[in-house]
């Protein structure tokens, strides 16, 4: 089993910059592909990010690449999502997710609680 716990969300003016975090625990916590998804109210949940256990590898959304960067620190068993430029439409509650496959968002098995992202125009 893997715990996930985001931190870091919050209310920011568009244009500005948030660094959400994901803490994971469990036995193999450090060996699964991290991801986040967002959900905003009324909508499906979306893939927004993802990187593999080494780091070697991330994927982004079309609507968040070059805005958005993932990076996991797995001596700190932490992942990062950077997100700069933010815009209105990136309001969402955000969730850090964890899969043993890389490249499928609908093989993410242990998900976070989620943190509210809010950004104001």
């Known amino acids: 089993q893997v715990q996930l716990v985001e931190s870091g969300g919050g209310l920011v003016q568009a244009g500005g910059s948030l660094r959400l975090s994901c803490a994971a625990s469990g036995r193999t916590s450090t060996s699964i592909t991290l991801g986040w998804f967002r959900q905003a109210p009324g909508l499906e949940r979306e893939f927004v990010a993802a990187?593999?256990?080494?780091?070697?590898?991330?994927s982004y959304a079309d609507s968040v690449k070059g805005r958005f960067t993932a990076t996991r620190d797995n001596a700190k068993r932490t992942a990062y999502l950077q997100m700069n430029s933010l815009q209105p439409e990136d309001t969402a509650v955000y969730y850090c997710?964890?899969?043993?496959?890389?490249?499928?968002?609908?093989?993410?098995?242990?998900w976070g609680q989620g943190t509210q992202v809010t950004v104001s125009s």
């Open positions: 997710a964890g899969s043993y496959y890389y490249g499928d968002p609908s093989k993410y098995v242990y």
């Open positions: 990187i593999t256990w080494s780091g070697s590898s991330t």
